[in-house]
Nanobody, 129 residues
Framework: QVQLVESGGGLVQAGGSLRLACAAS????????MGWFRQAPGKEREFVAG????????SYTDSVKGRFTISRDNAKNTVDLQMNSLKPEDTAVYYC??????????????????????WGQGTQVTVSS
């Protein structure tokens, strides 16, 4: 069983920064792509950023490009999301997720939520204007 635990959410003013962290259990962490999703009240869950098993390939939704950075440390079983220049529209619950099926050794980053199987409990990010 894989467990994902997010941390680092909170309340921040527009223009500020937050760093989300996701700690994963399991010895095969380094062979799976990881992703961050978010869900705002009344909206569907959306892909925010993803990173391949090696960390060599990343993908971002257009609205966060240039502001958010995803990274991972396979030795520590962690994946982080650095969020800069935050906007009120970034307010949401952020979820860490692990892809359903490893594509190792091929590179790639899934972007659809059905391509992910394990999910964290979520962490709230609130950006005030």
């Amino acid at each position: 069983q894989v467990q994902l635990v997010e941390s680092g959410g909170g309340l921040v003013q527009a223009g500020g920064s937050l760093r989300l962290a996701c700690a994963a259990s399991g010895r095969t962490f380094g062979t799976f792509a990881m992703g961050w999703f978010r869900q705002a009240p009344g909206k569907e869950r959306e892909f925010v950023a993803g990173i391949s098993w090696s960390g060599s390939t990343t993908s971002y939704t257009d609205s966060v490009k240039g502001r958010f950075t995803i990274s991972r440390d396979n030795a520590k079983n962690t994946v982080d999301l650095q969020m800069n220049s935050l906007k009120p529209e970034d307010t949401a619950v952020y979820y860490c997720a692990r892809e359903r099926t490893s594509r190792w050794p091929r590179e790639g980053v899934p972007q659809r939520d059905y391509e992910y199987f394990y999910w964290g409990q979520g962490t709230q990010v609130t950006v005030s204007s």
